[in-house]
Every structure is written in structure tokens, then in C-alpha cells.
């Protein structure tokens, strides 16, 4: 069963506070991404990760920071959360980092920071 | 940078009727397209890829490409409900494999 997990699902941070967002994926697929989607802007890539330990930035990586210790699993942290973090979070997972393949998405992390 | 645009912001077409999307892209160098669909409160999920000029056919979805006019449609035939949803134009270079995704059409299929 091809699947991306997310956890958790909602989530309501004080600003200023730690948040850790994780992702799964049962495909062993090598390259994984964080995008965040607000209203009117699309799905915005945070950063990508092409295998274990080997991550780059993407459009928008200021006030992020990832982990990939295992091929199926992958880390987004946010430290110091920001009022303007507050969206919702996507992780999706892809054979190759070509544009060729399709991504795999999983069900999306609501993050609000007050 | 690629600017990846869609057009319209939204759309209502009736049950049976043919919607059509619109996604212009700015890089010349782009390779691969895909079109994906968000349903509320789901992940999206790849509808169909293009790679090549012209239309490619999947049931009632067909995808046309025009590479020189930077130009890439989608169209549903037979508009179900269920179709109702979040839609998405993405489009990557061949040497940048990230994919650069449109702000979305909404469409609303009206019974």
C-alpha cells in the first residue's frame, strides 16, 4: 500500500515555542519534501531531501530546518515558531528528484502559532 | 525563477458540461508537467503528467501542451461532482528536478 503518514495532523503552538512535524512513507522512495500551502499561493517547496543526510533548500527554507536519519522517515523543525508559520504543511515523497515522477502526498499538518 | 500561472481562480461548471483549465509557464527549458487535484481537506494527488507537445488522453481527462506558446491546459469532459476540487499545474526543468506548482483553480461542479 503506497502511503505518506503525517503526525500530527493539527497542531496549536505559542509563538516562540519548538514544533517538530514528521512524515513516513512505506514506498521507499529516496526523495522526499516539505511544502507549505496558503491561500492564493499554491504549494511553496521548504526544502527537499534526496536521500539520508542529503537535504537542500528549496523556495522558501528561512525558519526551517529538516532531518533525514532513515530513508522513510523525514523531519521538519521549526524553532522559535513565527505567527506567520501558521499554515498548512504537506509532505510528499518521490522515486527520483527529477521532475519526471510523481510525488506522493500525505495528508497535510495543520499548524496554528498564536 | 519560473512563474508558473493559472487561470481562472475559480470556475462553476454544471454536471455534464466541460471544464477547461489554463496554465501558462515562464522557464522555456521545462521539461515535465503534471497536473494534480487537491480534494478539502486531503493531500494532492497526481492527476496526469505531459512530457511531450500535443494532447494525451486519460478517460475523461485530456492534457494538451504547447511548449513555444508556454502554454498547458487540462480538460474534463462529463463534469462529475466528485470532481469538484482543488486543482494544480506543476512544471520542472530538466536540469532543476523540484517541481514549481501554480497558485490553483478551484472548479465546482454545480448538479
Known amino acids: 500500500d503506497m502511503k505518506v503518514t503525517q503526525m500530527p495532523r493539527y497542531l496549536i503552538k505559542r509563538m516562540g515555542e519548538n514544533v517538530l512535524l514528521e512524515c513516513g512513507q512505506d514506498m521507499s522512495h529516496e526523495t522526499m519534501y516539505w511544502y507549505r500551502q496558503d491561500p492564493g499561493l499554491g504549494l511553496q517547496l521548504i526544502y527537499i531531501?534526496?536521500?539520508?543526510?542529503?537535504?537542500s533548500e528549496g523556495d522558501i527554507p528561512k525558519g526551517y530546518r529538516v532531518s533525514r536519519k532513515k530513508r522513510e522517515h523525514f523531519s521538519l523543525i521549526l524553532d522559535s515558531a513565527k505567527t506567520n508559520q501558521t499554515s498548512v504543511y504537506f509532505c510528499?515523497?518521490?522515486?527520483?528528484?527529477?521532475?519526471?515522477?510523481?510525488?506522493?502526498f500525505g495528508p497535510g499538518t495543520r499548524l496554528t502559532v498564536l | 525563477q519560473q512563474k508558473v500561472q493559472q487561470s481562472p481562480e475559480s470556475l462553476i461548471v454544471p454536471e455534464g458540461g466541460m471544464a477547461s483549465l489554463n496554465c501558462t509557464f515562464s522557464d522555456r527549458n521545462s521539461q515535465y508537467f503534471w497536473w494534480y487535484r487537491q480534494h478539502s481537506g486531503e493531500g494532492p494527488k497526481a492527476l496526469m503528467s505531459i512530457f511531450s507537445n500535443g494532447d494525451k488522453k486519460e478517460g475523461r481527462f485530456t492534457a494538451h501542451l504547447n511548449k513555444a506558446s508556454l502554454h498547458v491546459s487540462l480538460h474534463i469532459k462529463d463534469s462529475q461532482p466528485s470532481d469538484s476540487a482543488l486543482y494544480f499545474c506543476?512544471?520542472?526543468?530538466?536540469?532543476?528536478?523540484?517541481?514549481?506548482f501554480g497558485q490553483g483553480t478551484k472548479l465546482s461542479i454545480k448538479p
Open positions: 510528499a515523497s518521490s522515486f527520483s528528484g527529477t521532475g519526471g515522477y510523481e510525488q506522493y
Open positions: 531531501s534526496y536521500d539520508v543526510d542529503s537535504n
Open positions: 506543476a512544471v520542472s526543468t530538466l536540469n532543476q528536478g523540484k517541481l514549481i
